[in-house]
């Protein structure tokens, strides 16, 4: 197999939520793993653990939890759409359309990967500053791009959810995720309907980043 | 130039601590940070920024502020390596010597790039959960790895640090970042020392991912 390229992959991987129900062969499943384990965390601890889902059950149940919590979610983006220029809401809409084709086929999907993480095991350096923390995603949600990069590589769809952590303690006991572990988000793998994944839409460099100080240009 | 293929470069991402002091080239500069505006976001909407310090009153104001807390960290390391069994102690020496090296040399590094984030751009998912949020992270760190995977493919060296998050008001004003932008993490990035990138310790996928249920092989 002649490998991707680094910045062909990065520079192609989209949000694909239209997944055919087709299983994924246990290699390549295994390759997509392991690219997850290579990420760096905090001290090498990876504080992390994935539940690969494939039964069928659990599916439904996570499926379940996920539609009740996918439609909240797009009724009130489709609100905020009313107030948007006409090629953001045509993009809005294309994107709400995928998430419901998703929000109805989750428990389709082959395999849906269920990220959890371990804070005792991590050094959290923004847990008593003033607004929200972050840091302890630091150690897990590079090793959740290394698997969606891998998932690329692979030609299977992916997109990354943290709809199911509102819901966490339901997922908790489904799954028999224990004490102490929270869930950072569930990311529905298989091989795309449509073509996949292919160009994206970013804000450019100059738009992104200062140099210096906020505000100016590098 | 022949690009780097990607699990190769996955595989060989290190933390590279001992940074060369020479400039980095601006083309090389503008292709690792187009590689983190690629990594996704919730919603798309790229709720980060980065500031790329290279004045030297500005790097040599966060050398100070970043090796008083590294001179912290790393004492309460020591104590924890006395009881660790020899080759996890011995690996630890490894790591400490070469942080020793960061902290002592941050403001000769060629950039220091810090990660800003906004919450209010983010759905945090985990916000009201009874356990410290991790999902913002969610809209940054992969984009913070695209950018590391991106220097091991320029050949720069690098290493994502969270500890000048423990006196962000410092740096916000230092670096004039507004009110609601918290950071995220520093990385400093340059040619390396030594050998930089290469062979890393993980754990195997046997020990970090489960099947359909915790604690059960997949």
């Given at each position: 197999?002649?490998?991707?390229?680094?910045?062909?992959?990065?520079?192609?991987?989209?949000?694909?939520?239209?997944?055919?129900?087709?299983?994924?062969?246990?290699?390549?499943?295994?390759?997509?793993?392991?690219?997850?384990?290579?990420?760096?965390?905090?001290?090498?601890?990876?504080?992390?653990?994935?539940?690969?889902?494939?039964?069928?059950?659990?599916?439904?149940?996570?499926?379940?939890?996920?539609?009740?919590?996918?439609?909240?979610?797009?009724?009130?983006?489709?609100?905020?759409?009313?107030?948007?220029?006409?090629?953001?809401?045509?993009?809005?809409?294309?994107?709400?359309?995928?998430?419901?084709?998703?929000?109805?086929?989750?428990?389709?999907?082959?395999a849906?990967l269920?990220?959890?993480?371990?804070?005792?095991?991590?050094?959290?350096?923004?847990?008593?500053?003033?607004?929200?923390?972050?840091?302890?995603?630091?150690?897990?949600?590079?090793?959740?791009?290394?698997?969606?990069?891998?998932c690329?590589?692979?030609?299977l769809g992916c997109?990354?959810?943290?709809?199911?952590?509102?819901?966490?303690?339901?997922?908790?006991?489904?799954?028999?995720?224990?004490?102490?572990?929270?869930?950072?988000?569930?990311i529905p793998i298989g091989?795309?309907?449509?073509?996949?994944?292919?160009?994206?839409?970013?804000?450019?460099?100059?738009?992104?980043?200062?140099?210096?100080?906020?505000?100016?240009?590098?």
């Amino acid at each position: 197999m002649s490998e991707v390229g680094l910045y062909e992959a990065m520079s192609t991987l989209r949000a694909v939520r239209r997944l055919r129900p087709d299983p994924i062969p246990e290699d390549v499943l295994q390759r997509v793993l392991e690219a997850a384990t290579w990420a760096p965390t905090g001290g090498n601890r990876q504080p992390w653990r994935i539940v690969v889902v494939r039964n069928g059950d659990a599916k439904a149940r996570l499926a379940t939890l996920y539609a009740e919590r996918w439609k909240r979610f797009a009724g009130g983006y489709e609100k905020l759409m009313a107030g948007m220029p006409e090629e953001a809401a045509a993009e809005s809409r294309k994107m709400l359309d995928a998430g419901d084709y998703l929000a109805d086929h989750f428990a389709a999907t082959p395999a849906v990967l269920v990220f959890c993480f371990n804070p005792r095991d991590m050094a959290i350096t923004d847990a008593k500053l003033d607004r929200i923390s972050v840091v302890g995603g630091g150690s897990v949600y590079p090793a959740v791009q290394n698997l969606l990069l891998a998932c690329r590589a692979e030609g299977l769809g992916c997109t990354l959810t943290t709809l199911l952590c509102e819901c966490e303690s339901e997922v908790q006991a489904l799954l028999g995720i224990p004490e102490g572990w929270g869930t950072a988000c569930a990311i529905p793998i298989g091989y795309p309907q449509r073509s996949g994944h292919g160009p994206i839409r970013r804000r450019p460099v100059a738009k992104m980043v200062y140099g210096d100080h906020w505000g100016e240009a590098l």
